[in-house]
């Protein structure tokens, strides 16, 4: 396999339950705990600005309503993304890719964006951000790790920056997921941290791919993805795996 250039451990949407996801006030947070990697989910505003956001809508994370994409950034950007998680956080503004990006470039910090895209805006949501992921890093010793469980998504980045590493997220492991993943020339598999078993992390390291696991919470489920040989966790526990252990 090629060489891999990021850590074992990522936090994740910045520092997983400890502040509001997928602000930067929870990226500062995950790095304090000590993590230089962070997951994210990125999509566009109706205008074409990226920026971070898991859920299509607005209203569990923000206090606005409706669906995101459909919004341009000035009224985005108006928002409070920080109150639903706790008064420590109130006022706390989504951020757009770029400012997520500098963030992370100024500290040395490594990035997995993961694409979000609003419902029917796959290939266009990939194209975009991988094309500003490009121009963000041009100058980057590492790249971000670009994933999505959209093939659609996966398949335009590839297109728009082939250069960027790629990996292809999966809930379930259905019929071709191997072969989609080699297509669209993917270097990891990202999987719901139960998927893997021995013979399934073999097949990927045989194929010349990583292995990465999202949401792992609990030390028994670390233990055994570690035992496996698993090259990467997702993990909202910061507080409780130290990334350098």
């Not at 890093?137 to 790790?145: E, I, K």
């Amino acid at each position: 396999m090629n060489p891999w250039p990021y850590p074992r451990w990522i936090a994740h949407r910045g520092a997983g339950k400890l502040a509001p996801e997928n602000t930067l006030a929870a990226f500062r947070v995950g790095a304090a705990h000590g993590y230089r990697m962070f997951e994210c989910d990125v999509k566009l505003s109706a205008d074409g600005v990226p920026f971070l956001m898991h859920d299509a809508t607005l209203q569990r994370t923000t206090s606005g309503h409706g669906t995101g994409g459909d919004r341009s950034w000035s009224e985005l950007s108006m928002l409070d993304a920080g109150s639903w998680h706790s008064r420590t956080f109130a006022g706390e503004p989504l951020p757009t890719f770029d400012n997520i990006a500098r963030y992370c470039l100024h500290n040395g910090h490594l990035l997995n964006i993961e694409i979000k895209p609003t419902p029917g805006t796959a290939a266009h949501t990939g194209r975009v951000v991988a094309q500003r992921a490009t121009e963000l890093w041009a100058q980057a010793d590492t790249p971000p790790l670009l994933t999505s469980f959209e093939p659609d998504a996966l398949a335009a980045a590839r297109d728009a920056a082939p250069d960027l590493p790629r990996g292809l997220l999966l809930d379930t492991l259905p019929s071709g997921w191997f072969e989609a993943a080699r297509q669209l020339g993917c270097v990891a598999i990202v999987c719901n941290h139960a998927l893997w078993d021995a013979d399934t992390v073999a097949r990927v390291h045989a194929a010349g791919m990583r292995t990465l696991s999202y949401t792992v919470n609990d030390e028994w489920a670390a233990e055994r993805l570690l035992a496996l040989g698993t090259n990467g966790i997702i993990t909202d526990r910061v507080d409780l795996f130290s990334p350098i252990g």
